[in-house]
């Protein structure tokens, strides 16, 4: 019995000493499991095989099957900031770098008007931008029925009863643009100024334009001269007046010729203009865009409202 244990001890190391001789634990062997026989194999049939992600090492990003490296599935870089406002069925592009600094009201006035001259929006430009925003070539795009305008060029000051020279529309940090669908009453968009209320007294604008002209009473008493305190008619007459009024005296008013001179050189936006074009404060903060459309923009309802920029990527977009 003795010899009989030493004989199978010694059978049991042998075989030790040859699988260690082989790979032992390392040997490829060793990771190897049970398998199955694909279909083919097994007689016939289809199988399924699953998309795995690809990754690889010094990366985080994983790349699903049918997209390509480093972008995602609405085609936006990695990292990148998705369209606002985004809404099925309605595709929007890259988001633009100028959409942390313009933003739009989140409403149309007056949308769906049989008045496109009433219906509008609203952008502006972050009081902290670093730069100014040139907004001529940006489009305005409707999402729901693909109606879209360029925004045009406009003209900084312009002129009563000439037709004004165009330049680029630039928006400063802390200003607005308000962009009427319709056309412009003076023929051309413009920047409001201190003066332009007069443009009011024979035309219609919406928004109402501001009313902040000098006072008749204050242009008699600062450009009438010498004859102002010799003519208390004139004085009298010109308390009357609202601010931005253009004035037009009747017969009854006995007005000096020297007075209704005065009224009719002055008394009005070019004249308001000649007089105080240099004044630190007659700049506006808001432009009047027109897109100079015959019939109405957006929607009433179901609408998308898309600003783009010259790239045609998203500024800013809203819907209702």
């Known amino acids: 019995m003795e010899h009989d244990a030493w004989f199978f001890i010694g059978v049991f190391v042998f075989i030790f000493l040859i699988w260690v001789a082989t790979g032992g634990p390392l040997h490829p062997l060793a990771f190897t499991g049970p398998t199955l026989a694909q279909p083919d194999v097994l007689g016939g049939g289809t199988y399924l095989q699953l998309p795995r992600a690809s990754f ?3 990366g985080s990003n994983v790349v699903l099957p049918g997209s390509s490296s480093g972008e995602s599935s609405y085609g936006a870089p990695s990292g990148a900031t998705p369209p606002v406002g985004r809404v099925p069925g309605v595709a929007f592009s890259l988001p633009s770098p100028y959409s942390n600094i313009v933003s739009m009201n989140s409403y149309v006035s007056n949308a769906s008007s049989s008045d496109p001259g009433t219906e509008y929006v609203e952008i502006s430009v972050a009081q902290n931008a670093s730069a ?6 940006w489009i305005l795009e409707s999402g729901a029925t693909g109606n879209a305008e360029i925004i045009p ?7 009563s009863g000439v037709v004004n020279a165009q330049d680029d529309i630039v928006l400063e ?6 962009i009427i669908s319709g056309e412009s009453p003076v023929g051309a968009s413009f920047r409001e100024n201190k003066c332009i209320g007069y443009f009011g007294s024979f035309q219609k604008f919406s928004p109402s334009l501001p009313l902040n002209c000098p006072s008749a009473s204050a242009e008699l ?15 009298d007459y010109g308390n009357t007046l609202l601010r931005c ?10 007005l000096s010729n020297t007075c209704q001179s005065f009224i009719e050189t002055r008394l009005n936006y070019n004249g308001c203009v000649t ?6 404060d007659f700049n506006g903060d808001t432009w009047r865009i027109y897109l100079g ?3 109405h923009m957006w929607r009433a309802k179901h609408e998308v409202v898309k600003l783009l920029d010259d790239r045609g990527k998203t500024v800013a977009s809203f819907n209702y």
């Open 221 to 235: 008493s600062s450009f009438y001269g010498t004859p102002y305190i010799h003519d208390p008619s004139c004085i």
């Open 56 to 58: 690889g090492t010094g």
């Open 153 to 159: 060029k406009g003209t900084r000051v312009p002129t």
């Open 275 to 280: 007089a105080h074009r240099a004044d630190s």
């Open 132 to 137: 100014s925003i040139k907004l001529t070539g």
């Open 293 to 295: 459309r015959e019939e």
């Open 245 to 254: 009024q253009v004035a037009i005296p009747s017969s009854s008013a006995e």
């Open 173 to 178: 940090p802390g200003e607005r643009a308000i």
